[in-house]
């Protein structure tokens, strides 16, 4: 190869089946991002409920409208590759948010927790499972050089960092009263 042809870019194009073959995978992946995004929901309107807090009730019910809007994104993300949304991933994260909810209702018996603390820290771990998912989309959207995928994922990854920020807060904030001194806030 000369220095002028090792200079100059080329372009690989990738046969149609090849494509397709990449979308199928996409859509795997993108089920994987509603799934975790529908768990993460489930569980924050199960939690806003049993929150008394006023100030930490008021950041949960703001960050349940961004979970809303992060859920229709992820639906969103199928289209984009000309796919539809999977029904059976939004029920069955549902089923998996609901299912956090025990895990945490165990842990908090185990470890003396009183209250909806266990269930701060639960969507705590759930909203970095979501937005990890978004991130991994986000680098698919990359790969394929699809950027309307960016334009879905990049700030609902924003958003997301910013929640897991306040629900760790949230939950420290909260751990002493629900462990040390038995109170629910």
């Known amino acids: 190869m000369s220095k002028e042809q090792m200079q100059t870019g080329f372009l690989l194009e990738l046969d ?25 929901r489930q569980l924050l309107e199960d939690t806003v409920e049993k929150i008394e807090e006023p100030h930490i009730k008021d950041y949960l019910h703001t960050m349940l409208e961004h979970a809303r809007e992060h859920e229709e994104k992820a639906e969103a993300l199928f289209t984009i590759i000309g796919h539809k949304p999977s029904s059976v991933r939004s029920t069955i994260g ?65 958003q997301k960092s910013t929640d897991a920020l306040l629900l760790q807060e949230c939950a420290l904030e909260m751990c002493s009263k629900s462990i040390l001194y038995k109170q629910s806030f």
């Not at 149609?16 to 993460?40: G, I």
């Open 94 to 158: 549902e089923l998996m948010g609901k299912g956090r909810q025990a895990l945490a209702d165990v842990i908090a018996f185990g470890g003396g927790a009183k209250g909806p603390w266990q269930d701060l820290q639960q969507l705590y771990i759930s909203n970095y499972n979501s937005m990890s998912a978004f991130a991994v989309a986000e680098q698919l959207g990359l790969a394929l050089g699809i950027p309307e995928i960016l334009d879905v994922t990049f700030s609902v990854i924003a």
């Open 16 to 40: 149609k089946e090849c494509r397709q073959e990449h979308y199928e995978r996409t859509v795997a992946w993108f089920k994987n991002v509603q799934l975790t995004q529908s768990s993460f």
